[in-house]
């Protein structure tokens, strides 16, 4: 079935250490975004790529970063320079245009120790 | 900057009951798209309904209908025949045409009562 796959699910990460999140869709979608969730809060966009090895940075970039090699993958690297990163991570894709419905994965709860 | 308000942080409704949802925005563009999404304790977004801005027509998706005032840059969503699955957080959003990037409102946690 096509859809978006997220990966773990559940991360545990010492302070000071990088942890990578993993996103994989086969929709065949040119556009690509990770939005980060906190507890009573919307969503808010951490990175967002259009097409393959691009990507803009979104309302809270500093402290992440993206790579976008491949059309269907865009993972998301927390660096140890994130003052915060426990939250829970949500990556999204769609078509690219303005009336692109996203669609979601199913999230990556990371909790920092 | 395009924002996007809920106003209501939570809701609660009787199943089988309507409710209203409520979502201003704030935007300088003519044509642009805004989303209702749900997130059910699974934590799935899942979409709801999708409007166009140059529609006058508001969208109907079911027991799911929304009241667009454009003028207004008022977006509400009317849930009826209340059930208990629709208990959830519900996200009001907006597209930035020239970016493609979805802003989303805060949340309202609706409940729904049996």
């Known amino acids: 079935d096509g859809g978006i796959t997220q990966s773990p699910k559940y991360l545990f990460r010492k302070e000071g250490q990088n942890v990578t999140l993993s996103c994989e869709q086969n929709?065949?979608?040119?556009?690509m975004y990770w939005y980060r969730q906190d507890p009573g809060q919307g969503l808010r966009l951490i990175y967002y790529?259009?097409?393959?090895?691009?990507?803009q940075k979104g309302d809270i970039a500093e402290g992440y970063s993206v790579s976008r090699e491949k059309k269907e993958s865009f993972p998301l690297t927390v660096t140890s320079a994130q003052k915060n990163p426990t939250a829970f991570y949500l990556c999204?894709?769609?078509?690219?245009?303005?009336?692109?419905?996203?669609?979601f994965g199913e999230g990556s709860r990371l909790t920092v120790l | 900057a395009q924002t996007v308000t809920q106003s209501q942080p939570e809701m609660s409704v009787q199943e089988a009951e309507t409710v209203t949802l409520s979502c201003t925005y704030d935007?300088?563009?003519?044509?642009?798209?805004l989303f209702w999404y749900k997130q059910p304790p699974s934590r799935q977004m899942i979409l709801v309904i999708r409007?166009?801005?140059?529609?006058?027509q508001n969208a109907t998706e079911n027991r799911f209908s929304v009241n667009f005032q454009k003028a207004a840059k008022s977006f509400s969503l009317k849930i009826s025949d209340s059930q208990l699955g629709d208990a959830a957080m519900y996200f009001c959003?907006?597209?930035?045409?020239?970016?493609?990037?979805?802003?989303f409102g805060q949340g309202t946690t609706l409940q729904v009562k049996p």
């Open positions: 999204a894709s769609s078509l690219w245009g303005p009336s692109g419905e996203l669609f």
């Open positions: 929709l065949n979608h040119d556009a």
């Open positions: 790529s259009q097409i393959v090895n691009d990507f």
């Open positions: 935007t300088s563009e003519s044509d642009y798209y």
């Open positions: 409007q166009e801005a140059y529609k006058q």
């Open positions: 959003a907006y597209i930035e045409g020239n970016t493609g990037k979805l802003i």
